[in-house]
């Protein structure tokens, strides 16, 4: 009787210890949620923030390779492709006009006599008493800021938005009855006003002119020296008439829509932000990982962490966290891929699936790693108790 007591009674403080001991496991620290958790909050109805939970198989890997990436992606740029031209005179734009006249001249007392001249180059017979054609460079003109200029026995022409041909004609319809046959040449010194801007992590900011060949994007960061870093971790910010946009110079290939032909006063800015992901969970240790190259895969991000933690990891549940702000703004839920490294189908899609700038890489702690941290825990709790007990039955 009293040994079917003593037994009932450890039986019942074994199953009390036991249920301590579960209890104990759930609130043990873990380095974060397990698989099963993770799918368990995609479709929790009362969650405030919904995500969407995409198993990265074979057919998934498909439809994912046809869509083509948001935010800074291609095209970006191409959307502020406007018409224009940049042979405009502005205000500020300095110009060296000459005078050429014929016999007697305006500017008799201070012209250069060019024998021979434009007439004879040309072979038209010049009067008999004066063959010469004489020149009269005037001082550079500058346009005013109400863009006009003043020119003597001329008077004063509004030139702004007019190209330099339109302005020799000005010019030597202005000196009509004044002079005989007269002609002018007008040649643009310093264009502000048909000029780009460049600034910020290239070699040489700055200013720099627009000519007739119709300089490109590329062209104009090319004469800046380039970017301090590489391309694929520099982004391009263009703005044109009031709107913006960016995307990364890496992406942005010679000639394409996105290499914009540029306009009077675009404004171009190089900005360096170095690619990245970081990595949480059951992994070596918590980190934030630069790219290091134009292009990185989920496996070789996997490799530089060191992949899953074989004392604690899940390989079942490797997690990829994507926000993608311009999705999210159309309303699309923020996405999680999970990957299956028990399947070696997922190491070629692995291979394949490409990484993008801010993504999380999250590996789920195994189901079964709080029990083990719990034994281990109960291991080196009791360990000296039973070793100090084994000695004194050994001594006695």
Do not use: H, W
């Not at 205000?91 to 305006?106: F, H, K, R, S, W």
């Not at 946009?245 to 009077?264: F, V």
């Not at 291991?379 to 001594?395: E, K």
């Amino acid at each position: 009787m009293q040994f079917s007591r003593t037994l009932r009674l450890r039986t019942i403080g074994s199953v009390s210890i036991l249920a301590v001991l579960l209890s104990g496991c759930a609130t043990l620290p873990s380095s974060g949620p397990t698989g099963s958790q993770v799918m368990r909050g995609a479709k929790d109805p009362a969650a405030e923030l919904k995500f969407e939970v995409v198993d990265l198989d074979g057919a998934a890997f498909k439809r994912l390779l046809a869509v083509q990436p948001a935010g800074r992606g291609v095209g970006q740029l191409a959307s502020l492709s406007r018409e224009g031209r940049v042979d405009r005179i502005a205000p500020g734009d300095a110009l060296q006009v000459n005078i050429y006249e014929v016999g007697m001249t305006l500017f008799g007392a201070s012209t250069q006599n060019v024998t021979g001249g434009i007439g004879a180059q040309m072979g038209v017979i010049q009067d008999a008493t004066d063959a010469s054609v004489r020149s009269q460079p005037l001082n550079v003109v500058t346009v005013a800021a109400d863009g006009t200029i003043r020119l003597p026995y001329v008077g004063r022409l509004m030139v702004a938005g007019s190209t330099p041909y339109d302005v020799q004609r000005m010019i030597e319809q202005g000196l009509q009855g004044k002079s005989q046959s007269p002609q002018a040449l007008v040649t643009v010194v310093n264009s502000p006003g048909n000029s780009i801007y460049i600034l910020g992590d290239v070699t040489r900011t700055g200013r720099i002119p627009l000519t007739a060949a119709r300089e490109r994007l590329l062209d104009a960061v090319a004469s800046a020296g380039g970017s301090k870093v590489s391309a694929a971790d520099t982004v391009v910010r263009l703005s044109r008439g009031g709107q913006s946009a960016e995307m990364r110079l890496g992406d942005i290939r010679p000639g394409s829509s996105d290499d914009l032909t540029l306009l009077p006063g675009d404004r171009i800015e190089l900005v360096v932000e170095p690619r990245s992901f970081s990595a949480f969970g059951a992994t070596s240790k918590v980190s934030q990982v630069a790219f290091e190259s134009p292009k990185l895969s989920l496996a070789e991000a996997l490799a530089r962490i060191g992949g899953p933690n074989d004392a604690q990891a899940d390989p079942k549940a490797v997690f990829l966290f994507r926000y993608d702000a311009a999705a999210i703004a159309a309303g699309e839920p923020p996405m999680i891929y999970r990957l299956n490294l028990m399947k070696p189908e997922s190491y070629i899609i692995a291979q394949n699936f490409p990484m993008q700038d801010k993504d999380l890489i999250y590996i789920a702690n195994s189901a079964s790693n709080p029990v083990s941290k719990f034994v281990a825990i109960l291991n080196q709790l009791f360990a000296p108790l039973l070793t100090a007990r084994i000695l004194t039955d050994n001594n006695n």
